[in-house]
């Protein structure tokens, strides 16, 4: 991915060392390292919580200004201050002076996402949405994952960057996992795979030759030349069909090693994610995803040929919680599903963190936590006031950044969540006086665009549109300090 | 208009593929013979008496099962292809709703409304136990309004967020009126849906969270009704009517089209998505209006009169060429992609798994997989659909994953040589006489209909497997070894094909 100078000089701090820059740069050993390491060599991750998790019930108002004005719209399903989970580390909405305390789910059974902020590792953007809210799953799903708000196109917003970066069709950059291409991925030019593991990713031959290369190849080969042919057809399905095809069976070759390498250098990490060891792993469909990814990334960072995939996609359901959504409830949905996520995103951390401990002379292992950054979002947030026992559909809400690499803290503003703040839906609107609006994903998606994946002008990716026409990614102290 | 054309062989083909499982030469010429015109053909399709089948069992994995064995077996093919897109259509998911007795209800509510009023059939789902709880009617009193079957209501069974002209069909405050209206509905141990007044939403007594919200009208601002005042939707003391009455107005939403005429929106919404799944994706904006306007849909919402304009239609046969240039191609569904395989290739489902012979294991034993699991690898797990807007369709079925499950599919049902009914038996379906590479190429292709998609390196690109690239010019199918490794791997190699895919 291409970079201009001055990007390295900002993300590296050496702006002030301005006697080092210049043509003796890349003669220093130290620093073509550095580069290395800062600008090509990292991964991203998002996690999307499908069907609208209720961001007020994630990060909670636990004392303070916010606080009685969250305790007038919640009832039933309200996190008690004592409830809460309080880091450690400062979590506090500096606009209105609240602290704030994450859902006890996401302390998850191994400290979960709390632990990882007391960690600095957890970049917390608060009321992230985006102009003329639309309550449709579908819609908005697609508003943040095509990252245009007010025209439709066609393509992911990651989508995007992939085409912006010369990938070939059968080049395999992004994987997701789960049955289908994600639609932040979807573009064109390139290839993205998706599976749910890796072990079963081979080709499927008859039993009866299983041994048999002669008869393998010829399957192989007879199967290779269609989808060749139907990536020339002029039919765009056809194309679509031939190239997804034709890359499969590549990676029904290049993928099932990483499996067998991960399981192989990494059991006591392996069985954490699932239902082996002492004490028992996770075994949660969200933990499993994760350990996908963590077999590519070690693949891939340890050097294995023809693998080179950056750029993942995983999910998890369940959060479309209009009724029994449950507060602080352990066994409650919406309790199940953070301390899912939170086991799982730590767990997924102390393993990269390990794999770096383990990385001896090996570069792409090394500060590997520090290279990957996962991106949690979810189409919108739910209503302020609760119904009968869950929530209706909502408008702003927080994202998480998860990294390493990511300075820990709060960022943005949240909401006013006062009854008279609200619109006349019962949302949290775009814009609230006096002179504040939300965060724009967008903010977030050029963030990451330009100061994780080195990309000068984020705007080439994300059309702007009057009412963002001035950029959080532009604002200095909005970079989460990406490292 | 073409409901007189007469009916040639190669259309007849395609409207079988399209309305059926199985459409073989056989079948498509049988329909010639019995049909002058594609008219009488539609008719004739489209005359079947909806069956009151219902799966049953005791677990979801059960009545999965036994609802593609019912469509690897019934002779009322389309009537399972007009239930698999309701499903879709009414999405509901076992997911959320937790009963077995009630998904095997809503199966069979929806086959005796396949075909009938759009209208009859939505008044009919609004009260059906399945989707009471999945989307919260159950959940939804006074003081409390749930609004999440008032929004699909009209985002997706009915009226679509946004008309054909891009705007706006509804807002958010007709969404909260018409869950006013579906306020204290529940259902008894009978599974028969009643309104509990008390819990009903009078414009009496809310709570300080819900102000109240005035008279109970919709559409103030949309709808094409002309009336700034909205569409009344109450019915005095009669509550229960309310439900019926908000259905009736949102038949009569209509939207201005590009001549400035109003159209029916519900008519327009509902013949895009059966022709989309008919016919072709992105279908012209001119067949949706000419087969809602020869049908009269827009005012008699008569489902059977619309889909036989929709397979009269010129329109409807041009997706029968082969892909290439300017032609509009479908994915096949997975449940479309196993059951067309198994029709044609005349193999049963085995046992009370309903699973393939083989399965995972081998053919000699093994761990059989039930067809529902081997559905679920492909994308489609019947009655746990991804979402309220069911599943994604077109290309977004394939994937790597996706596309691997198919390619394992295709190997074990042509890898499956029992003997049996629940094997692959290719000397009842081919001469295992003939030598000629070319030859059994095109009559594996052509039973698997797929002869005339292909194009000529296709083919070659089959005969190059069949001879080894020229080392076998001649095939010995009498040959045990070369019957499997050729005949039952051509078999797989074509199921797995990029144009197998393709409806």
Redesign the interface.
């Known amino acids: 991915m291409a970079i201009t100078r001055r990007q390295f000089i900002t993300r590296t701090g050496l702006a002030a060392a301005g006697t080092l820059i210049g043509p003796g740069l890349f003669r220093n050993p130290l620093l073509r390292e550095a580069f290395a390491q800062l600008m090509q060599d990292r991964y991203l991750i998002v996690l999307f919580l499908d069907g609208g998790n209720d961001g007020l019930n994630t990060v909670t108002p636990q004392a303070g200004p916010l606080r009685s004005d969250y305790e007038d719209a919640r009832n039933s399903i309200q996190l008690l201050p004592g409830e809460l989970i309080v880091p450690v580390k400062a979590f506090t909405d500096t606009h209105s002076g609240t602290q704030l305390g994450f859902h006890p789910g996401l302390g998850g059974t191994n400290g979960g996402i709390a632990a990882l902020y007391d960690a600095n590792m957890v970049a917390v953007i608060q009321g992230c949405g985006y102009p003329e809210y639309n309550l449709s799953h579908d819609l908005s799903r697609s508003i943040w994952q095509t990252g245009s708000p007010l025209t439709t196109v066609g393509t992911g917003w990651m989508g995007r960057y992939l085409l912006n970066n010369g990938y070939a069709p059968t080049d395999i950059p992004a994987c997701t996992i789960g049955d289908s291409v994600a639609p932040e991925l979807r573009q064109t030019a390139t290839s993205v795979l998706a599976f749910d593991n890796l072990q079963d990713f081979g080709f499927p031959y008859d039993y009866a030759y299983d041994n048999d290369t002669t008869f393998k190849d010829a399957v192989f080969n007879a199967l290779h030349r269609l989808p060749n042919g139907a990536a020339a057809n002029a039919n765009s399905t056809m194309q679509y069909i031939g190239n997804t095809g034709g890359s499969t069976l590549d990676a029904t070759n290049s993928y099932p090693p990483l499996h067998r390498k991960y399981v192989q250098d990494r059991p006591t990490w392996n069985a954490k994610y699932s239902s082996g060891g002492t004490p028992p792993g996770l075994n949660t469909s969200t933990a499993r995803d994760f350990r996908e990814i963590a077999k590519v990334i070690y693949g891939v960072a340890s050097g294995v040929a023809n693998v080179n995939a950056r750029f993942f996609e995983l999910r998890n359901g369940g959060y479309d919680t209009h009724s029994d959504q449950g507060g602080a409830d352990s066994q409650g949905q919406h309790y199940n599903l953070h301390r899912e996520v939170g086991d799982a995103v730590k767990l997924f951390f102390d393993d990269l963190t390990d794999m770096a401990a383990h990385a001896g002379s090996q570069t792409g292992l090394q500060n590997l936590h520090k290279k990957v950054v996962v991106m949690v979002w979810s189409e919108f947030a739910r209503r302020i006031t609760q119904n009968d026992s869950g929530t209706d559909h909502g408008s702003q809400g927080p994202m998480f950044v998860i990294g390493g690499g990511v300075n820990g803290g709060v960022y943005g503003t949240h909401a006013n969540i006062a009854q008279s703040a609200l619109d006349d839906d019962g949302n949290t609107p775009y814009s609230q006086a006096p002179g504040f609006r939300s965060t724009d994903f967008r903010d977030v998606y050029g963030t990451i665009i330009k100061h994780w994946l080195g990309m000068a002008d984020p705007s080439i990716l994300l059309p702007t549109d009057p009412i963002i026409s001035s950029s959080y990614w532009n604002t200095a102290n909005f970079d989460m300090g990406f490292v | 208009m073409s409901a007189d054309t007469p009916l040639v062989l190669s259309d007849a083909r395609h409207l079988l593929r399209r309305a059926g499982f199985e459409a073989t030469v056989a079948a498509a010429q049988k329909l010639v013979d019995d049909n002058p015109t594609r008219g009488d053909a539609a008719d004739q399709l489209l005359s079947f008496t909806p069956s009151k089948f219902k799966p049953g069992g005791r677990y979801v994995e059960d009545i999965a099962n036994k609802w593609v064995r019912y469509m690897v077996k019934t002779k009322l093919q389309l009537q399972e292809r007009l239930v698999l897109f309701w499903h879709d259509h009414f999405a509901t998911s076992f997911q959320k709703v937790g009963d077995v007795g009630q998904m095997a209800v809503q199966n069979r509510l929806i086959r005796l409304n396949c075909r009938g009023s759009f209208k009859d059939f939505v008044k009919a789902i609004n009260k059906d136990p399945a989707m009471m709880e999945f989307l ?1 009617t159950v ?3 006074k003081g ?5 079957y008032g ?1 699909e209501l009209q ?1 997706l069974f009915t009226l679509g ?1 946004k008309d054909p002209m891009g705007n706006p069909n509804y807002e ?2 007709d ?2 009126q018409i869950a006013r209206a579906f306020t204290g509905w529940d259902y008894d141990r009978t599974g028969t849906a009643f309104l509990d007044t008390s819990s009903h939403d009078k414009g009496d007594s809310v709570e300080h ?2 102000p109240a919200r005035g008279p109970k009208v919709i559409y103030k601002t949309r709808g094409g009704f002309g009336n700034p005042s909205g569409q009344d939707f109450s019915a005095g003391t009669n509550y229960a009517q309310e439900v019926d009455n908000v259905i009736d107005i949102i038949f009569r939403h209509r939207y201005l089209d590009a001549t400035n005429t109003l159209r029916n929106t519900v008519g327009d919404y509902i013949a895009k998505k059966l022709i989309t799944y008919f016919a072709q994706p992105d279908p012209s904006q001119s067949y949706v209006t000419a087969v809602v306007d020869e049908s009269g849909f827009g005012s008699s919402f008569d489902l059977t009169a619309l889909l036989k304009s929709i397979f009269v239609h010129d329109d409807f046969y041009l997706t029968a060429v082969p ?5 509009h ?1 479908s ?1 096949k569904w997975p449940v479309d992609y196993v059951v067309s395989s198994l029709r044609l290739l005349q193999i049963r489902l085995k046992g009370k798994d309903q699973s393939l012979l ?1 399965g995972e ?3 000699q034993g093994g761990d059989d997989v039930s067809i529902r699991d081997l559905l679920e690898n ?2 489609q797990v019947l009655f746990e659909p ?4 069911g599943w ?1 369709w ?11 499950a198919r ?2 599919f ?3 049902i ?2 499956a ?1 029992g003997g049996g009914r629940t094997s692959f038996r290719p000397e009842r379906l081919f001469d295992l006489t003939e030598s000629d590479p070319g030859t059994i190429v095109d009559a594996v292709t052509e039973l698997l209909g797929v002869k005339d998609q292909l ?1 000529n ?2 083919r070659d ?2 005969i ?2 069949l001879t ?1 690239a020229g080392a076998m010019p001649t095939i010995d199918l009498s040959d045990t070894d070369t019957l ?2 050729k005949l ?2 051509l078999v ?2 074509v199921l ?4 197998y ?2 409806q």
């Open positions: 919260d959940h939804n009193h409390d309004p749930n609004e999440n929004r985002e967020v958010q405050d969404v909260k969270w819900n892909p290439g240039a300017g032609t191609k994915v083989g294991g081998d053919p492909m994308g991804p979402s309220v807007f994604d077109e290309t977004a079925w394939l994937s790597s994953a996706t596309l691997l390619y394992a295709a190997r074990d042509a890898g040589r194009t390196s296709n690109d089959l190059t497997y080894d499997y490794r039952n791997g797989a190699v797995q094909s990029p144009v895919q393709l």
